[in-house]
């Protein structure tokens, strides 16, 4: 199944872009390589290969949730430009 020069056309149109006649050419020919390749690809006998959703056995790969001590309020707030009883003051927006 290959791509054609006016199909190459449409897709731009439909995705808004400008191309010029060599772009079109080169995509062509490109995408034809890829469509080529997964032809090549659909013949291969996958029937005793195990669907995978991932190439690494990762099983939760989350650090443990622990409580670490904080940085001090105080310490914060000190470069804030506004604080009020230990909060970031900040003008009300409506």
Same mark, same amino acid.
């Given at each position: 199944m290959a791509l054609?020069?006016?199909?190459?056309?449409?897709?731009?149109?439909?995705?808004?872009?400008?191309?010029?006649?060599? &772009?079109v050419e080169r995509y062509t020919t490109q995408l034809n390589a890829i469509l080529d390749y997964a032809q090549r690809l659909q013949a291969l006998d996958t029937k005793d290969v195990p669907p995978t959703a991932h190439v690494f056995p990762l099983h939760n790969v989350m650090r443990d &949730?622990?409580?670490?001590?904080?940085?001090?309020?105080?310490?914060?707030v000190a470069n804030a430009p506004e604080e009020e009883d230990g909060f970031f003051r900040v003008p009300r927006i409506v």
């Open positions: 054609t020069k006016a199909e190459v056309e449409h897709v731009a149109m439909l995705a808004r872009l400008e191309l010029s006649e060599a &772009d &949730d622990r409580i670490d001590p904080s940085m001090d309020r105080e310490k914060i």
